[in-house]
């Protein structure tokens, strides 16, 4: 039986498990270098894999018009491969075109219809990366059939 961890990668990332979902905020602290977010989300993740018995990462392509917050989620994503790797855990990837067309039937979708989206499906997302990576969960399981 395979074990989904979706993730909404970003310096606020979203995510969800079979049991549970939440968001992740990975900000650095005042005084800490912008690498702390790298070392709380392998931390976070790690701590998750191991609570969830998780075999399959699923996370949303790093895609987008702002070049910082590329750079930050393709940094996130390097992390994860490596991770992933280590642990043995497979890894799946989607845009967000994919996940907002599954979602809400339009590849172009605003945050708030995403999360209007996940709300009609019973959850009440913190914020849209929490609702981005309830959709993304129900995506995995779709396209891959588990």
Not at 37 to 57: H, P, S, T, Y
Not at 118 to 142: K, Q, R
Request: net charge neutral.
């Amino acid at each position: 039986m395979m074990n989904v961890l979706a993730l909404d990668i970003a310096t606020k990332t979203g995510w969800k498990t079979k049991t549970a979902s939440g968001v992740w905020d990975l900000t650095p602290n005042r005084g800490e270098s912008s690498g702390m977010r790298l070392v709380r989300f392998k931390a976070k993740v790690i701590e998750l894999a191991g609570l969830e018995d998780i075999n399959l990462i699923s996370y949303e392509r790093p895609a987008g018009m702002h070049k910082s917050s590329i750079m930050v989620a393709s940094e996130m994503v390097g992390i994860l491969k490596e991770l992933c790797v280590y642990l043995n855990i497979e890894l799946a990837c989607y845009s967000a075109t994919q996940i907002k067309k599954f979602a809400t039937g339009t590849g172009n979708a605003n945050k708030e219809a995403m999360i209007k989206a996940a709300v009609e499906l019973g959850f009440n997302p913190a914020d849209d990366n929490e609702a981005d990576a309830i959709h993304l969960y129900n995506l995995t399981i779709s396209d891959l059939k588990i």
